[in-house]
């Protein structure tokens, strides 16, 4: 790992997982980084300053003022000091407190004023985790470019079992080695567009067709592709996600709609990834008033959609054009003749028969095939698969 002179500012706040604090810290220091520590005040309770002291070797800061002599601890030198703030564990109290913008500890008010690279390690309960307050939390922060390092599933200290359970120390040094790598702008000038999320077609004005996608996927590609200098227009059906930050957002809600959005922004572009969930049908005649229930059997006719990624594949010329496939049987053969029928330089398949793989969830596992052969990745966050999906497309443009 290769942190060396990198100055990290650890934040712990009240968590069983504190105690992890203490071999995180171990590693970030034996990576080579000045690690800081300021805990709130519940995290005292968890574990103490004095250890996390002597790992980081520098004193522990907790309060505004030091109420021996009233030196002032200031947090916009902390966060003007870091390179990145690190807050693990991260509980749903001090979640809830960033994104609403509240303020009252240190830690919180060096949150606000920090201008490096946030990234947290939630650890909580397994339901105050689902919580819907907590998860639009989590999205306010994603949606403002703070960092989620994924709890993992497992044994709790409630003794339930569930997803909530910080990340291993490993896995958050890992994250922030990674995100402190100079990421250079290696697509800058590059335009790409982003299809994603659930389109919607109407079947009256009250009802409609559609399917479970939840958009993490392209958001996360758009996102970073966007973070890599690309200018990304971003295509979007239904999805409850905010923009990623630097990304043209254009909402749409049927194919026929994401058809032009999508069809328009490629003939500006250098590449598209087809990402969304495109209905392959929509009903042939919606209504204009809500439909009124009968006795009988409903009878809706349905007519085929267009295939965006098809149109785009057929005039793409020398510009790179990316696919999915989410497939639940005979899935290389499947991949492989979307890839040829749509004219994609790759595909990305997805098995709903893998674990933690597909919709809605936050990890994904996926092989990206073309032409030459195949890649399969591990399971991995959705964020982390978006970088391999990015790294590929910066392969593919180099060999052009
Ligand atoms: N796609 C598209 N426009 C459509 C349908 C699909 O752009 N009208 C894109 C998707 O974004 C994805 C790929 O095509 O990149 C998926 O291929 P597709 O054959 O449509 O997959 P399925 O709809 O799952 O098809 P099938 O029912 O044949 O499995």
Same mark, same amino acid.
């Given at each position: 790992m290769e942190l060396e002179g990198r100055r990290i500012l650890l934040g712990i706040t009240g968590s069983i997982a504190a105690y992890k604090a203490a071999p995180l810290c171990r590693l970030l220091k034996t990576a080579g980084a000045d690690v800081r520590v300021v805990m709130t005040p519940l995290a005292k309770q968890f574990i103490t300053p004095l250890t996390m002291a002597t790992l980081s070797k520098h004193p522990i800061l907790v309060e505004?003022?030091?109420?021996?002599?009233?030196?002032w601890n200031s947090h916009i030198s902390l966060g003007e000091w870091a390179d990145c703030l690190l807050i693990a564990p991260a509980t749903a109290n001090t979640l809830a407190k960033m994104a609403a913008g509240i303020a009252d500890n240190l830690l919180l008010t060096t949150y606000l004023s920090a201008r490096c690279p946030v990234a947290i390690a939630p650890a909580m309960d397994l339901d105050m985790y689902a919580h819907p307050a907590t998860q639009q939390n989590l999205r306010t922060l994603a949606g403002r470019g703070v960092h989620l390092i994924d709890p993992e599933e497992g044994e709790l200290a409630s003794g339930l079992t569930g997803k909530g359970r910080m990340a291993d120390p490993e896995r958050i040094a890992a994250f922030v080695e990674e995100l402190l790598r100079e990421k250079k702008k290696t697509l800058s000038g590059k335009r790409f567009v982003v299809t994603a999320g659930a389109t919607i077609e109407p079947i009256d004005p009250v009802r409609f067709i559609s399917n479970h996608s939840s958009g993490k996927m392209g958001y996360a590609i758009a996102g970073e592709l966007a973070r890599r200098g690309a200018e990304v227009t971003l295509v979007s059906g239904r999805t409850a996600l905010p923009a990623p930050l630097d990304v043209r957002r254009v909402d749409v809600l049927s194919a026929a709609e994401m058809y032009d959005a999508a069809t328009a922004a490629f003939d500006r572009a250098d590449g598209a990834v087809m990402c969304a969930a495109v *209905?392959?049908?929509?009903?042939?005649e919606p209504a204009d008033r809500k439909l009124k229930k009968g006795d009988s059997d409903l009878r809706i006719v349905l007519r085929r959609t267009r295939d965006i990624a098809a149109a785009l594949g057929a005039r793409k010329g020398d510009r790179l054009l990316v696919g999915f496939a989410l497939e639940t049987d005979h899935e290389a053969d499947n991949a492989r003749a979307k890839l040829e029928k749509k004219n994609f330089d790759f595909i990305v398949l997805n098995s709903?028969?893998?674990?933690? *793989?597909?919709?809605?969830?936050d990890t994904n596992k996926v092989s990206l095939i073309d032409r030459a052969g195949r890649t399969d990745l591990p399971l991995m966050s959705k964020t982390e698969v978006a970088a391999r999906i990015a790294d590929r497309i910066e392969e593919e443009l180099a060999a052009r």
């Amino acid at each position: 790992m290769e942190l060396e002179g990198r100055r990290i500012l650890l934040g712990i706040t009240g968590s069983i997982a504190a105690y992890k604090a203490a071999p995180l810290c171990r590693l970030l220091k034996t990576a080579g980084a000045d690690v800081r520590v300021v805990m709130t005040p519940l995290a005292k309770q968890f574990i103490t300053p004095l250890t996390m002291a002597t790992l980081s070797k520098h004193p522990i800061l907790v309060e505004f003022f030091d109420p021996e002599n009233g030196a002032w601890n200031s947090h916009i030198s902390l966060g003007e000091w870091a390179d990145c703030l690190l807050i693990a564990p991260a509980t749903a109290n001090t979640l809830a407190k960033m994104a609403a913008g509240i303020a009252d500890n240190l830690l919180l008010t060096t949150y606000l004023s920090a201008r490096c690279p946030v990234a947290i390690a939630p650890a909580m309960d397994l339901d105050m985790y689902a919580h819907p307050a907590t998860q639009q939390n989590l999205r306010t922060l994603a949606g403002r470019g703070v960092h989620l390092i994924d709890p993992e599933e497992g044994e709790l200290a409630s003794g339930l079992t569930g997803k909530g359970r910080m990340a291993d120390p490993e896995r958050i040094a890992a994250f922030v080695e990674e995100l402190l790598r100079e990421k250079k702008k290696t697509l800058s000038g590059k335009r790409f567009v982003v299809t994603a999320g659930a389109t919607i077609e109407p079947i009256d004005p009250v009802r409609f067709i559609s399917n479970h996608s939840s958009g993490k996927m392209g958001y996360a590609i758009a996102g970073e592709l966007a973070r890599r200098g690309a200018e990304v227009t971003l295509v979007s059906g239904r999805t409850a996600l905010p923009a990623p930050l630097d990304v043209r957002r254009v909402d749409v809600l049927s194919a026929a709609e994401m058809y032009d959005a999508a069809t328009a922004a490629f003939d500006r572009a250098d590449g598209a990834v087809m990402c969304a969930a495109v *209905a392959d049908y929509t009903p042939a005649e919606p209504a204009d008033r809500k439909l009124k229930k009968g006795d009988s059997d409903l009878r809706i006719v349905l007519r085929r959609t267009r295939d965006i990624a098809a149109a785009l594949g057929a005039r793409k010329g020398d510009r790179l054009l990316v696919g999915f496939a989410l497939e639940t049987d005979h899935e290389a053969d499947n991949a492989r003749a979307k890839l040829e029928k749509k004219n994609f330089d790759f595909i990305v398949l997805n098995s709903l028969r893998d674990a933690g *793989a597909g919709f809605r969830g936050d990890t994904n596992k996926v092989s990206l095939i073309d032409r030459a052969g195949r890649t399969d990745l591990p399971l991995m966050s959705k964020t982390e698969v978006a970088a391999r999906i990015a790294d590929r497309i910066e392969e593919e443009l180099a060999a052009r």
